[in-house]
């Protein structure tokens, strides 16, 4: 029986939440039924929890409140795609209950659970039945009925995920989308994945760094290290390195994809003016080098894994390279806060050479690399701000599963306003960005682009991940899968028929301005054709062509 939670078990926890949820993120990712490439559940709730999980190996304070309040502190600027948020806020709620704890029983711990699970519904403007919310809710609920009647913390846990494993099941029947797919809620199931682990580490069935515990009798140090021998380890050296960009606006896929071929444990993080690698590989030179393709090298450690897994089983202290500055380590090299040089500044979210520009040039201070697929933290979202020379801060998130994100920045900017416009597409935050007028009030402002972003109609063009049946549309994978507003207008594998779907469904709009802006998979002429054609069909509209270099989508195309 454990009738107590201190913090290092708390921190024990959370450690071993991170690796289940990074061991099955995909798995996670693969129950999102829309076919459209995004960024995807079980990445986001992996990158969110990773914030906490790091800041875990800095903490050594044992107070079960204090551990609480740095995980969930990390986790909300960590946070990225809406199911992140909302898993921030369950965690922020239990810092909350747990605040000034040197440790708590079932009671105290089940009841932050239940003000986490508050917090996440109030944040969700419309929550709907059939999500992470369900099952958190369910969970929290049997965990705390429990807890009254038993002062057992694995008790009151084992309970909760009993409870919230028959919820999760339910999740296919609740959501029409989900019943269609004949699949569970992907935000639920990543809640399922880390009570999961939060109880088998309590338990002491699986411990942080090492998968399960050994069956050893011994609980030294020693124990995870020699469940594997040094012969195991397939890749040598723990490689990180950060480089200093030479564009911006370049994207990584490429880097990506080549550094997942020469090693493993791959992740790359990235703001507008450096980026950070992480990747163990045979052959560190070569990660280095192709990097350098991307930008100057900043600093970097490699370290042998063989030598320090070698002198771990020997009972020494591994030879590391902790005394390099690691920019996301040191809380020196956080951007400092721009001086206030005007009232209001602009932060755009987007992707693609031409879409920076465009909003630079329409008066953006600054432009986060992101969108589909590559959902920025809210941490970076208030680096942008903090750079940004104004006092009132205005962001686009320009993608709808960003929104939650760049909402949690208002609380945590203590220097700067910070607003956040609803802007749910890049052709939405352009057209805001084009109405502005510098001299209106930030109220003005706000009210203006809410006002303009409400007429603009967003099409866009992609290839369909997975083979799906939504809204019936029976959806192939590889087939051009065409969106409007976010709903499905066509998924066809002929382009003729795309094209004149789209004419036709714009004809009906009878707009005054069309912009196709055609991505970085799409050609000049395969543009000026689509463009030809729209204007063919709407005669009396104003239709232009714009670079937009944009990942993802072949053709993002406004209508007003």
Do not use: W
Not at 121 to 126: D, E, I, N
Not at 139 to 146: G, H, L, P, Q, T
Not at 538 to 558: E, H, K, N, R
Request: hydrophobic share 40%; with cysteine; net charge negative.
């Amino acid at each position: 029986m454990k009738e107590f939670l201190n913090g290092a078990g708390l921190k024990e926890m959370l450690l071993c939440a991170y690796e289940a949820l990074d061991r099955d993120k995909q798995a996670i990712n693969e129950l999102n039924v829309f076919p459209v490439p995004d960024g995807d559940t079980g990445t986001n709730m992996t990158l969110t929890v990773s914030a906490a999980a790091t800041e875990m190996h800095k903490t050594e304070d044992c107070r079960v409140g204090y551990v609480a309040d740095k995980a969930a502190s990390a986790m909300l600027r960590g946070a990225r795609g809406n199911s992140g948020v909302i898993l921030s806020l369950l965690f922020r709620g239990i810092a909350k209950g747990l605040k000034g704890l040197d440790e708590c029983s079932a009671k105290e711990l089940t009841q932050a659970m239940r003000g986490g699970v508050d917090a996440a519904y109030k944040a969700v403007m419309k929550p709907a039945e059939g999500t992470i919310l369900t099952v958190s809710r369910v969970a929290v609920e049997a965990a705390a009925a429990a807890a009254a009647e038993d002062p057992d913390i694995e008790t009151a846990l084992s309970r909760g995920l009993e409870a919230g494993r028959t919820a999760l099941a339910e999740t296919t029947k609740q959501n029409p989308v989900l019943a269609r797919a004949g699949v569970i809620d992907a935000g639920g199931k990543g809640y399922i994945t880390i009570l999961e682990a939060f109880l088998d580490s309590l338990q002491g069935k699986i411990a942080s760094g090492g998968g399960p515990v050994s069956d050893g009798a011994d609980e030294g140090d020693g124990g995870v290290f020699d469940a594997f021998s040094t012969e195991e380890i397939t890749f040598t050296y723990d490689t990180v390195y950060i480089m200093r960009k030479f564009q911006p606006e370049k994207p990584l896929d490429l880097l990506r994809t080549y550094l997942n071929s020469i090693g493993d444990s791959l992740v790359i993080s990235e703001d507008d003016e450096m980026f950070k690698v992480h990747v163990h590989t045979n052959t560190p030179g070569d990660a280095l080098t192709e990097s350098a393709k991307y930008g100057v090298l900043d600093v970097a450690k490699i370290e042998n894994m063989r030598f320090q897994h070698d002198a771990l089983l020997a009972g020494k202290k591994p030879e590391t390279a902790d005394g390099i500055v690691d920019p996301e380590e040191d809380g020196e090299t956080e951007p400092a806060v721009a001086p206030p040089g005007k009232q209001c500044g602009f932060v755009a979210v987007c992707a693609g050479a031409g879409m920076d520009r465009l909003f630079r040039e329409l008066g953006c201070d600054q432009v986060v690399t992101g969108g589909q697929t590559m959902n920025p933290s809210t941490q970076d979202l208030l680096n942008a701000v903090n750079r940004t020379p104004a006092e009132v801060v205005f962001i686009l998130p320009n993608n709808k599963n960003i929104i939650m994100a760049a909402e949690q920045c208002v609380p945590i900017s203590t220097e700067k306003r910070v607003i956040v416009v609803p802007t749910k597409t890049v052709p939405q935050g352009i057209t805001a960005m084009l109405n502005l007028d510098t001299d209106a009030s930030p109220e003005e402002i706000l009210q203006t682009f809410t006002d303009v972003i409400g007429n603009v109609h967003t099409i866009q063009v992609t290839d369909a991940v997975r083979d799906s049946d939504i809204d019936g549309h029976k959806i192939k994978e590889g087939e051009l899968l065409c969106l409007m507003d976010g709903a499905i207008l066509e998924s066809t594998s002929k382009t003729g028929a795309m094209t004149r779907q789209i004419c036709k469904a714009i004809r009906k709009l009878e707009p005054e301005f069309v912009t196709v802006y055609f991505g970085e998979r799409a050609s000049e002429v395969q543009a000026k054709e689509l463009t030809d054609a729209i204007s063919d069909a709407v005669p009396g509209a104003d239709v232009t062509m714009v670079d937009g270099g944009q990942p993802v989508y072949y053709f993002m195309i406004s209508v007003e």
